[in-house]
């Protein structure tokens, strides 16, 4: 039978379906940085399940804050530091780390076949070598940590094939943000997006970093891309000790690759030869227009960094734009550039590009996540306008008010120079080809050795045994629904800001839940319990703090209604024993004509894939699976992995 790589990888990890077909996979890897995982430590410190099943597997990082700018990243910074110290994980400290999913493949944490998890959205970025790797919530990283299992619903698979001749002037970039504009951000959930054809066969490894990281964009669990001889050439200082040579290499590895005939769930083609660069207008990433159409806008700022552009062959791009054109930063704007990792700012700093950058007046900054996700360094004030290249526009997510604009490298040099949003030349741009293109060398990549520890043995059935009856959360969802009247969709950084990250107390996450949305209504918030919204709900960043600041809100809100989720907040919301309800529009529509003063929910149904809500003599049904009940009935993922886990080592297979 011919296969995908995802269904290769998924079956040669696998150690157990479930009844609704989710798969239970061994994980090889599991990252983790300083936001998402500190209340996970925290969490399995409380319950007694403080254990790494395997620290060989795990890398710790400090990324988003780097370095801490405030006491609550400081005291993060610390905790994750100490706990890895405390499990034997290897831990990047300052100075050797940078922007998590540059600096993981970088160190040789990523190898074509494997799986991995990480508390971060933009954990897809891997799958660039042809793995299945995954951003999840806190919990989900807990219980990965704890057992080395991962539950993964079944998966699409969409195959997307680059043709025809790419304009100088198109980048990874301006493809990716097109696919996301023809596909919506929903329109690979639950799938893997693979990427192929002749352009991809011709694009270099950071190019191909750029694709598969925005692919959760588009709501996808990862983006994937065939091994090939570029692909061994960028991983042979990794694996040359484990190889007679490249060929050898590239024959073992591309057995992961899909089948030349295999059968995909869907397929499409894009012929990019007539595609012009593009960037984001208002609040998607899917509202995409070629740059022409705004072009002339006046920029307040240019940011060249990010897990999605700030790679070796971004920077050398950028650099060499601006110094062909021999123009500095616009007197109007300001340009600020952070190289993606520690090594590729060395990298950058050895090849002159640092000393271009500086001499076009640029601000240089160390590798951090930074102002991606409005954290530090570049954070822009209420109605100025920046373009980035960055991998989100959702409103205030670079400053409250702040308008951005998603673009390649090459547009954000020509809108430095210029003051205002500029289509790339394309003769110019021709005339750097092929500069930063596949230029590969020993020190493309850093690994950073770490002596193999020793695994400990966890006993998962005393360990349940001793934790299954612990908790008490609410099972009834019933009650005061609280009609969010915004008509758009309303993501995770709505629900908690990104400078509320550094709390580690779930409590003060309520506090500041939807505070830039819900201004006048804050008491009619605060007084319900269940949140309707007619529009998607729950794109963008993993945090799983969106979920405990909507339990935290108030009398604690634990049912969302809405007619699409976002993957990873619906999985948080039922791993913490909530429950997410999916109605089609018209129908959560109805609900706010009615104004119910009570929402009835009966989730606990005889029948096995349905469940029931009614309100002002109206009732609806809704699908929730068999494991999403069991979820609700345990309280939870930690309680369910652990008992799974039980099980699974009882009939030694963990």
């Given at each position: 039978?011919?296969e995908?790589?995802f269904?290769k990888?998924?079956?040669?990890?696998?150690?157990?379906?479930?009844?609704?077909?989710?798969m239970?996979?061994?994980?090889?890897?599991?990252?983790?940085?300083?936001?998402?995982?500190?209340n996970?430590i925290?969490?399995?410190?409380?319950r007694?399940?403080?254990y790494?099943?395997d620290?060989?597997?795990?890398?710790?990082?400090i990324?988003?804050?780097?370095?801490?700018n405030?006491?609550?990243?400081a005291?993060?910074?610390?905790?994750?530091?100490e706990?890895?110290?405390?499990?034997?994980?290897?831990?990047?400290?300052?100075?050797w780390?940078g922007v998590?999913?540059?600096?993981i493949?970088?160190?040789?944490?990523?190898?074509?076949?494997?799986?991995a998890?990480?508390?971060?959205?933009h954990?897809?970025?891997?799958?660039?070598?042809?793995?299945?790797?995954?951003?999840?919530g806190?919990?989900?990283?807990e219980?990965g940590?704890?057992?080395g299992?991962?539950i993964l619903?079944?998966q699409?698979?969409?195959?997307?094939?680059?043709?025809?001749?790419?304009?100088?002037n198109?980048y990874?970039?301006d493809?990716?943000l097109?696919?996301?504009?023809?596909?919506?951000?929903?329109?690979?959930?639950?799938?893997?997006?693979?990427?192929?054809?002749?352009?991809?066969?011709?694009?270099?490894?950071?190019?191909?970093?750029?694709?598969?990281n925005?692919?959760?964009?588009?709501?996808?669990t990862?983006?994937?891309?065939?091994?090939?001889?570029i692909?061994?050439?960028?991983?042979?200082?990794?694996?040359?000790?484990?190889?007679?040579?490249?060929?050898?290499?590239?024959?073992?590895?591309?057995k992961?690759n899909?089948?030349?005939?295999?059968?995909y769930?869907?397929?499409?083609?894009?012929d990019?030869s007539?595609?012009?660069?593009?960037?984001?207008?208002?609040?998607?990433?899917?509202?995409?227009?070629p740059?022409k159409e705004?072009?002339?806008?006046?920029?307040?700022?240019v940011?060249?960094a990010s897990c999605?552009?700030?790679?070796i062959?971004?920077?050398?791009?950028?650099?060499?734009?601006?110094?062909?054109?021999?123009?500095?930063?616009?007197?109007?704007?300001?340009?600020i550039?952070?190289?993606?990792?520690?090594?590729?700012?060395?990298?950058a700093?050895?090849e002159?590009?640092l000393?271009?950058f500086?001499?076009?007046?640029?601000?240089?900054?160390?590798?951090?996540c930074g102002?991606?996700?409005?954290m530090?360094?570049?954070?822009?004030?209420?109605?100025?306008?920046?373009?980035?290249?960055t991998?989100r526009?959702y409103?205030?997510?670079?400053?409250?008010?702040?308008?951005i604009?998603?673009?390649?490298?090459?547009?954000?040099v020509f809108?430095?120079?210029?003051?205002?949003?500029?289509?790339?030349?394309?003769?110019v741009?021709?005339s750097?080809?092929?500069?930063?293109h596949?230029?590969y060398?020993e020190?493309?990549?850093?690994?950073?050795?770490?002596?193999?520890?020793?695994v400990?043995?966890?006993?998962?059935?005393?360990?349940?045994?001793?934790?299954?009856?612990?908790?008490?959360k609410e099972?009834?969802?019933?009650?005061k629904p609280?009609?969010?009247k915004?008509?758009?969709?309303?993501?995770?950084?709505?629900?908690i800001?990104?400078h509320?990250?550094?709390?580690t107390?779930?409590?003060?996450?309520?506090?500041h839940c939807?505070?830039?949305?819900?201004?006048?209504?804050?008491?009619?918030l605060s007084?319900?319990?269940?949140l309707?919204?007619?529009?998607?709900?729950?794109?963008g960043?993993?945090?799983?703090?969106?979920?405990?600041a909507l339990?935290?809100c108030?009398?604690?809100?634990?049912?969302?209604?809405?007619?699409?989720?976002h993957?990873?907040?619906?999985t948080?919301?039922?791993?913490?024993?909530n429950l997410?309800i999916?109605?089609?529009e018209?129908?959560?529509?109805?609900?706010?004509?009615d104004?119910?003063?009570?929402?009835?929910i009966?989730?606990?149904?005889?029948?096995n894939?349905?469940?029931?809500?009614?309100?002002?003599?109206?009732?609806a049904?809704?699908?929730?699976?068999?494991?999403?009940?069991?979820?609700?009935?345990?309280q939870g993922?930690?309680?369910?992995?652990?008992?799974?886990?039980a099980?699974?080592?009882?009939?030694?297979k963990?």
């Amino acid at each position: 039978m011919k296969e995908t790589a995802f269904e290769k990888i998924a079956e040669s990890h696998l150690v157990k379906t479930l009844p609704d077909g989710r798969m239970v996979l061994v994980l090889d890897e599991k990252w983790c940085h300083e936001i998402t995982t500190p209340n996970g430590i925290i969490d399995a410190r409380a319950r007694g399940l403080d254990y790494v099943s395997d620290p060989n597997t795990v890398l710790a990082m400090i990324d988003h804050a780097l370095p801490p700018n405030d006491a609550g990243s400081a005291f993060q910074a610390k905790l994750i530091r100490e706990w890895s110290k405390q499990h034997n994980i290897q831990f990047l400290e300052i100075g050797w780390g940078g922007v998590c999913h540059a600096v993981i493949p970088e160190t040789g944490r990523v190898k074509p076949g494997m799986t991995a998890i990480m508390g971060d959205s933009h954990t897809c970025t891997s799958g660039a070598l042809c793995a299945l790797t995954s951003g999840v919530g806190t919990t989900e990283l807990e219980a990965g940590l704890l057992t080395g299992l991962w539950i993964l619903r079944p998966q699409k698979v969409i195959r997307v094939n680059f043709i025809g001749k790419l304009p100088s002037n198109v980048y990874s970039k301006d493809l990716i943000l097109y696919l996301i504009s023809r596909i919506g951000t929903n329109g690979a959930t639950n799938a893997i997006l693979e990427f192929g054809g002749p352009i991809i066969d011709d694009m270099g490894i950071d190019g191909r970093f750029t694709m598969c990281n925005m692919t959760v964009e588009a709501g996808a669990t990862c983006g994937m891309i065939m091994i090939d001889q570029i692909s061994i050439d960028y991983l042979w200082p990794i694996i040359k000790n484990q190889y007679f040579d490249k060929t050898k290499a590239l024959e073992d590895l591309s057995k992961w690759n899909s089948d030349f005939d295999c059968n995909y769930d869907k397929v499409i083609e894009i012929d990019v030869s007539d595609l012009e660069p593009v960037t984001t207008v208002e609040y998607t990433p899917a509202n995409v227009v070629p740059v022409k159409e705004i072009a002339g806008k006046e920029v307040n700022q240019v940011y060249i960094a990010s897990c999605t552009n700030a790679r070796i062959e971004d920077l050398r791009i950028a650099a060499k734009l601006f110094e062909v054109l021999g123009k500095p930063v616009h007197p109007n704007t300001r340009c600020i550039v952070v190289p993606a990792t520690a090594h590729i700012w060395r990298q950058a700093n050895k090849e002159g590009l640092l000393d271009i950058f500086a001499k076009a007046g640029c601000y240089i900054s160390g590798p951090t996540c930074g102002a991606c996700l409005g954290m530090s360094c570049g954070v822009i004030a209420e109605e100025e306008v920046c373009l980035s290249t960055t991998n989100r526009n959702y409103k205030d997510r670079m400053g409250k008010g702040g308008m951005i604009h998603l673009a390649s490298p090459a547009t954000a040099v020509f809108t430095a120079v210029n003051g205002k949003i500029t289509v790339p030349d394309k003769s110019v741009c021709l005339s750097i080809q092929p500069f930063g293109h596949k230029q590969y060398s020993e020190d493309y990549v850093n690994p950073i050795p770490w002596p193999k520890q020793s695994v400990p043995q966890i006993d998962f059935r005393s360990l349940y045994a001793k934790i299954s009856s612990q908790s008490d959360k609410e099972k009834s969802f019933s009650g005061k629904p609280f009609l969010l009247k915004e008509d758009r969709e309303i993501g995770t950084e709505e629900l908690i800001p990104a400078h509320y990250l550094n709390e580690t107390e779930k409590k003060r996450f309520g506090e500041h839940c939807l505070e830039l949305v819900v201004i006048e209504e804050r008491k009619a918030l605060s007084t319900s319990n269940i949140l309707v919204h007619f529009r998607p709900f729950g794109a963008g960043s993993s945090r799983e703090q969106a979920v405990w600041a909507l339990e935290n809100c108030g009398v604690g809100i634990r049912c969302v209604i809405a007619p699409k989720f976002h993957r990873i907040f619906y999985t948080n919301m039922f791993n913490n024993g909530n429950l997410c309800i999916e109605l089609v529009e018209d129908i959560t529509r109805e609900i706010f004509k009615d104004n119910p003063n009570n929402i009835e929910i009966i989730w606990d149904t005889p029948n096995n894939d349905q469940g029931h809500i009614t309100w002002n003599n109206k009732e609806a049904e809704f699908p929730i699976s068999v494991y999403q009940k069991n979820l609700i009935r345990k309280q939870g993922l930690m309680n369910m992995i652990l008992e799974l886990a039980a099980e699974l080592q009882a009939e030694g297979k963990l």
